[in-house]
């Protein structure tokens, strides 16, 4: 009886290993496309997708990847583009998002939510539901986010679980109007769009209404925007400073910002040298690009000539809004906030130390994003120093961001010069959801000796992590 009883027990928990065990590997193994596994396609010493497996996209026991769950839920990511090829063979019919509540081709608006057969999306440039890629860019986008896993001869895209929303603001020009990105943003947050690609760059994006913004972001929208290719800054680019989105620099191979990147309030950043990803058909993008020297032709890819290689920002935000958009099929009830404190807490530090102007809170850590607690985040900011009188002596006042959902500790901190080699610690730094509040202040008697400083706030997050904010102050 006892014996049995053992056994019935050893039994049990031999059971309950399997299931656990078993769950703890229903998780995507990586894909195995052959331009994935690839390297060297024209002639290249790095991988063929290199963008992807340099933000933790990779084959290896640690890809990020490996953290998704293969029951994972469909998401609704809408490209706001210059349409798609949807016949190209390496994007799947069912990756694109269908209306529900329309059916097509009836000449009936029959969701009545103003736009009459929009089945896959719409075309707010000619007023129809047949938003068709005639400039590639588009496609090109959309192919980061969903190229399908199982066309072996292709390109592997971040989210197998994506579901693309096809909304044209851009014409085959490069053009678009202010009026029709707020138009297309309104749409993606009215019809379940939980994030939002925009790569349509500085000019455009300087047009887009911050009321559009703002709709989307109380709706729930991760918004991921490009920084744009202008090199300058975008402090005077409207809402691509905005902290209601995640404006994405681009990095190179030696994961600094590309010369072409736009800077100032940029988010985060990711590769965005050489990408590869899908031609449309009849298309070839840089041909448009200004001030590149371009032979037509040079960026195809294989041999049918339907894949494509291309540089900007407009092609590191997609990385982005895929790691949002795996994020959200692996946990549906993620917030907009969340997803968008977590990219930027867990992004890898890059170019200059702590969160910088050029690569923001640094290049998107795909791993450390999806391994996140929900709640994470460790944010860093000075937004700036002014002197003021404390008492009979002047203090410098540092004011900026302090935060993390457990906070560990927060420091200021001087040290002599543009690159200090060593730091003195002048006092904690007070908790602050930023991004002006007051952090502390330094005695004037600390900044002697030295005409330029650098100030940081250095925060340490109780599970170890820190993450640091500097601040040039000139005495001179
Ligand atoms: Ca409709
Ligand atoms: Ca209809
Ligand atoms: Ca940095």
């Known amino acids: 009886m006892m014996r049995t009883l053992a056994s019935l027990l050893i039994g049990c928990s031999a059971l309950g290993l399997a299931a656990s065990a078993q769950a703890q590997t229903a998780t995507l193994a990586p894909p195995d496309n052959q331009y994935f596994v690839g390297r060297g396609s024209w002639g290249q010493k790095y991988p063929d997708q290199w963008a992807l497996q340099r933000i933790g996209f990779d084959a290896s026991p640690n890809s990020a990847w490996r953290l998704v769950r293969r029951d994972a839920k469909p998401v609704i990511v809408a490209v706001i583009d210059t349409g798609l090829d949807w016949n190209h063979k390496n994007i799947s019919w069912d990756n694109i998002w269908r209306n529900p509540k329309e059916i097509p081709d009836n000449g009936?608006?029959?969701?009545?939510?103003?736009?009459?057969?929009?089945?896959?999306?719409?075309?707010?440039?000619?007023?129809?539901?047949?938003?068709?890629?005639?400039?590639?860019?588009?496609?090109?986008?959309?192919?980061?986010?969903?190229?399908?896993?199982?066309?072996?001869?292709?390109v592997a895209g971040?989210?197998?679980?994506?579901?693309?929303?096809?909304?044209?603001?851009?014409?085959?020009?490069?053009?678009?109007?202010?009026?029709?990105?707020?138009?297309?943003?309104?749409?993606?947050?009215?019809?379940?769009?939980?994030?939002?690609?925009?790569?349509?760059?500085?000019?455009?994006?300087?047009?887009?209404?911050?009321?559009?913004?703002?709709?989307?972001?109380?709706?729930?929208?991760?918004?991921?925007?490009?920084?744009?290719?202008?090199a300058a800054d975008i402090r005077t680019y409207g809402v691509a400073a905005s902290d209601k989105v995640i404006t994405v620099a681009s990095t190179g191979f030696d994961d600094e910002r590309a010369v072409f990147s736009n800077w100032g309030k940029v988010s985060v950043a990711?590769?965005?040298?050489?990408?590869?990803?899908?031609?449309?058909?009849?298309?070839?993008?840089?041909?448009g690009v200004i001030g590149v020297k371009y032979t037509a032709g040079e960026a195809y890819v294989g041999p049918d000539k339907r894949h494509y290689r291309a540089s900007g920002t407009s092609f590191s935000a997609p990385l982005v809004a895929g790691v949002a958009s795996l994020m959200i099929a692996n946990d549906p009830n993620l917030t907009n906030k969340q997803v968008m404190a977590i990219i930027k807490s867990t992004a890898r530090d890059a170019g200059t130390p702590g969160v910088d102007?050029?690569?923001?809170?640094?290049?998107?850590?795909?791993?450390?994003?999806?391994?996140?607690?929900?709640d994470y985040f460790l944010f860093a900011g000075i937004n700036r120093v002014e002197v003021v009188q404390q008492g009979k002596a002047p203090v410098v006042r540092v004011r900026g961001t302090a935060d993390a959902n457990a906070l560990k500790?927060?420091?200021?901190?001087?040290?002599?010069?543009?690159?200090?080699?060593?730091?003195?610690?002048?006092?904690?730094?007070?908790?602050?959801?930023?991004?002006?509040?007051?952090?502390?202040?330094?005695?004037?008697?600390?900044?002697?000796?030295?005409?330029?400083?650098?100030?940081?706030?250095?925060i340490e997050h109780k599970d170890g992590a820190t993450r640091e904010a500097r601040f040039k102050l000139n005495l001179g």
């Open 108 to 154: 009936i608006d029959d969701d009545g939510n103003g736009f009459v057969d929009d089945v896959v999306g719409w075309d707010f440039f000619e007023r129809g539901n047949k938003p068709w890629d005639h400039d590639g860019h588009g496609t090109f986008v959309s192919g980061i986010i969903a190229g399908r896993w199982d066309d072996k001869e292709g």
């Open 357 to 374: 102007q050029y690569t923001g809170y640094g290049i998107v850590d795909a791993v450390a994003a999806l391994k996140a607690p929900k």
């Open 409 to 458: 500790s927060a420091h200021i901190e001087v040290g002599a010069g543009e690159t200090p080699t060593s730091w003195k610690r002048v006092g904690a730094a007070k908790k602050s959801t930023g991004p002006d509040a007051v952090l502390g202040d330094i005695p004037a008697a600390a900044l002697q000796g030295a005409k330029i400083w650098q100030i940081r706030v250095v």
């Open 270 to 287: 990711a590769p965005g040298i050489d990408v590869l990803s899908l031609r449309a058909r009849r298309t070839d993008i840089m041909l």
């Open 158 to 230: 971040i989210n197998p679980f994506v579901r693309l929303m096809i909304l044209k603001g851009i014409n085959n020009f490069g053009h678009s109007r202010g009026s029709y990105l707020a138009e297309a943003i309104t749409y993606a947050a009215d019809n379940g769009a939980r994030v939002i690609n925009l790569s349509v760059g500085g000019k455009h994006i300087s047009e887009v209404a911050q009321a559009a913004i703002d709709y989307a972001y109380s709706k729930g929208v991760v918004i991921v925007a490009a920084a744009g290719n202008e």
